[in-house]
Each structure stands twice: as structure tokens, then as C-alpha cells.
């Protein structure tokens, strides 16, 4: 157990619509990224945040868009969903300063239909 | 920008046997290097990871890997594989600067048979 939570573990949704997912990081740790695991494009970053500001962006599409709250929790809101977007998303977190050291959640299965 | 190779996309291996999983990786700057694993229908977890110092690193399940500037490899190895190893394994690089994301290569699943 990495100690990072995803929620929820299966999304079935149809084109057009629009989903958030939910990403708790590890205690303490100030930064939460999204990536995108597809069979096509492999593991890729999405968008980084750190204590509630964007730090760096990916290949983010436009109709993706991603908040980190004071709480620290994460939420990646995904609109006008394509078939294209059906993939793992997954959520990590790390500790500031040096390592760089990612604890990864379960991921959220995104299936849009 | 930073780049990964995984040389192999599968590898197929008895029990017992080792086995190399390859990586190259490119950047006109100072890198750190990850393997991550990721067992079937989990996340992706930490084997091993190179900061600085030596250049061999030891993991965790008995792996290790070598990092080679001159070659830009860290290739993983174990001497000695067990059926639970079977696993998708996935090299990573981000540039020597805290807090800044993964660069993942494609992956290299391993099968080990008995």
C-alpha cells in the first residue's frame, strides 16, 4: 500500500460527458500528479501540482483540467470525453525537496463507451 | 527534453534464470533514473532508483541496476527470477530538480515460466 488513494477504481461513462476523479496523496506530501496510461501512448504526464498551485503541465488536453485544495487532495475533471480518453489515470505523490520519489495510487480505470 | 528507451518489450525467461531488462535514456542535463513495476491491475511501485554516488544500485525483490553515463543506460538485472516476478517494468527519467514529473519509457513485460 503506497499510502495514496484513488477514487473511485472503475468509471464507465459515455462520450460527451464529463467525470472528476479523486486522488488523496500520502501524509505530508505537498505534491500530486496525474498521469494517462493508454495501450497507444504508454505511461505520460499529465499536470503537476504542489501545496495548491499548478507547477508544470504535461500533455494535458485542453478538456482536461486538474485542482489540488488546501486539504492537499487532488481532483482531475475530464469534459467532453471521447472514446480516445478511455485509460488507467493515476495519481501520484511525492515529498518536496530532493528524490523525486513518486508513490503511486491504483489508478482510476476511465472506460467511455 | 528527456527521453526513454526500453530496448525489449518482452521478455520472456525460465524460473531461476536471470535476466537483463534494458533501458537508454537521453538528456542534455544531470538526470535522476527509476524502475517502477506495475503487477497486473496495480499501480506502479518503486524498485530502485539512482540519485548520485555509486553507480550500482540495489532494489528492492533482489534487483539492482548499473547506471552508465558514458552508454546513458540503466539497464536492471536480477540474477535469479521467480514466477512472482511476471510484471510489466517501466524505466523512468526526471531531470536533477525536485518536484519535476517522470518521463516513462514503454515498458518491458517480463514472463517468467516454470
Known amino acids: 500500500d503506497s499510502g495514496v488513494t484513488q477514487t473511485p477504481k472503475h468509471l464507465i461513462t459515455a462520450t460527451g460527458q464529463r467525470v472528476t476523479l479523486r486522488c488523496s496523496p500520502r501524509?505530508?506530501?505537498?505534491?500530486v500528479y496525474w498521469y494517462q496510461q493508454s495501450l497507444d501512448q504508454g505511461l505520460q504526464f499529465l499536470i503537476q501540482?504542489?501545496?495548491?498551485?499548478?507547477?508544470a503541465k504535461g500533455n494535458i488536453l485542453e478538456r482536461f483540467s486538474a485542482q489540488q485544495f488546501p486539504d492537499l487532495h487532488s481532483e482531475l475533471n475530464l469534459s467532453s470525453l471521447e472514446l480516445g480518453d478511455s485509460a488507467l489515470y493515476f495519481c501520484?505523490?511525492?515529498?518536496?525537496?530532493?528524490?523525486?520519489?513518486?508513490?503511486f495510487g491504483p489508478g482510476t480505470r476511465l472506460t467511455v463507451t | 527534453a528527456q527521453s526513454v528507451t526500453q530496448l525489449d518489450s518482452q521478455v520472456p525467461v525460465f524460473e531461476e534464470a536471470p535476466v537483463e531488462l534494458r533501458c537508454n535514456y537521453s538528456?542534455?542535463?544531470?538526470?535522476?533514473l527509476f524502475w517502477y513495476v506495475q503487477y497486473p491491475n496495480q499501480g506502479l511501485q518503486l524498485l530502485l532508483k539512482y540519485l548520485s554516488g555509486s553507480t550500482l544500485v540495489k532494489g528492492i525483490n533482489g534487483f539492482e541496476a548499473e547506471f552508465n553515463k558514458s552508454q546513458t543506460s540503466f539497464h536492471l538485472r536480477k540474477p535469479s527470477v521467480h514466477i512472482s516476478d511476471t510484471a510489466e517494468y517501466f524505466c523512468a527519467v526526471t531531470v536533477n530538480q525536485a518536484g519535476t514529473a517522470l518521463i516513462f519509457g514503454k515498458g518491458t513485460t517480463l514472463s517468467v515460466s516454470s
Open positions: 538528456s542534455s542535463v544531470s538526470v535522476y
Open positions: 501520484a505523490s511525492s515529498a518536496a525537496g530532493w528524490g523525486n520519489e513518486q508513490y
Open positions: 501540482y504542489y501545496n495548491g498551485e499548478e507547477r
Open positions: 501524509s505530508g506530501d505537498l505534491s
